[in-house]
């Protein structure tokens, strides 16, 4: 079966010129690629893929939408989230705050500390790769505690280290 015999490389050109994610730019290059004499034996190896996957990108070419559309993935939703719109709201302030505010006696957010909050305020459970895209989400970044300098006095290096155990790092807005 000869595949894209009524689409010419200038139409798949164009088209790679109107897509911006990885996956439909590779495969519209894996096309211009065959329509130039490359099999797809070769453009398995070069994509690290199986042939049949070659096969599957030429074939979905084969159709009467766009190009564009053809080589685009239909959007997923994924699964629904736990927190409604407001609550992630609530929670993303609250996270902007020292966890002082929220009655919690620690000095940053930690992915356990917003774990415990979420379960504690909105009784859903999370895990704590979860809580950290969600701290992630809301605009923190993971700050990790810096040692002192030697020129320090001793007090201020004690109360350093103190806090530094207490933490041991903690996600903090930019």
Not at 53 to 78: F, H, M, P
Not at 81 to 110: C, M, Y
Request: glycine letters at 4%; hydrophobic letters at 30%.
């Amino acid at each position: 079966m000869n595949h894209l015999d009524e689409i010419s490389v200038e139409e798949l050109q164009d088209a790679l010129d109107n897509v911006d994610n990885k996956k439909p730019i590779q495969r519209l290059l894996a096309a211009i690629a065959y329509k130039n004499g490359v099999s797809q034996t070769e453009l398995a190896e070069w994509y690290d893929v199986q042939r049949r996957t070659i096969y599957s990108w030429l074939k979905r070419l084969d159709t009467n939408e766009s190009l564009e559309q053809a080589v685009s993935d239909d959007k997923r939703t994924g699964r629904k989230r736990k927190l409604s719109e407001p609550q992630q709201e609530e929670f993303e302030e609250a996270v902007h705050e020292p966890p002082s505010e929220a009655g919690i006696d620690a000095p940053a957010w930690t992915p356990a500390l917003a774990q415990d909050f979420l379960e504690e305020m909105y009784s859903v459970e999370y895990s704590i790769p979860s809580c950290r895209r969600l701290l992630k989400e809301a605009g923190l970044s993971y700050q990790k505690p810096r040692r002192s300098t030697a020129e320090a006095d001793e007090d201020e290096q004690e109360a350093f280290q103190d806090e530094r155990r207490k933490s041991g790092g903690g996600w903090t807005p930019p």
